[in-house]
């Protein structure tokens, strides 16, 4: 049953991205990789705050931040989208720009990963 539970938290978590992926798009177009940035920089975020937050609750016996952390923000933010990202600028010779895109990613998802965690230890008090 917790398989089950974590496969239809990822299928959200991918409809969900697949979303956050066309808003961008149309409103920002296609040159940088906006969207792939939001899902990553807003899933670091709420994986820190359901570790906190969810990690005692569950949902019919199984945990919570099962189904969120793995199943939704699994599906939700996406390491393989960011890396071939960065690949594409590197091989069209853009090696500043997937620098800049790569050390910001790493540094934002850090500090909101942090400040999910320190939100979510602070609201469980």
């Known amino acids: 049953m917790t398989f089950l539970w974590v496969a239809l938290g990822g299928a959200l978590g991918t409809a969900l991205r697949y979303a956050v992926n066309l808003f961008f ?35 019919w016996g199984v945990p919570l931040a099962l189904v969120v952390g793995t199943g939704v923000l699994g599906g939700f933010t996406t390491y393989s989208s960011f890396n071939m990202e960065t690949l594409r600028m590197l091989h069209q010779g853009e090696v500043a720009r997937a620098c800049a895109y790569a050390s910001l990613t790493f540094v934002t998802c850090l500090l909101l990963g942090a400040a999910g965690v320190l939100f979510g230890a602070r609201l469980m008090r």
């Open 25 to 59: 798009a149309e409103r920002y177009g296609t040159s940088l990789p906006y969207a792939t940035l939001a899902v990553n920089v807003i899933g670091s975020w709420a994986l820190g705050f359901c570790s906190q937050v969810l990690y005692a609750k569950t949902l």
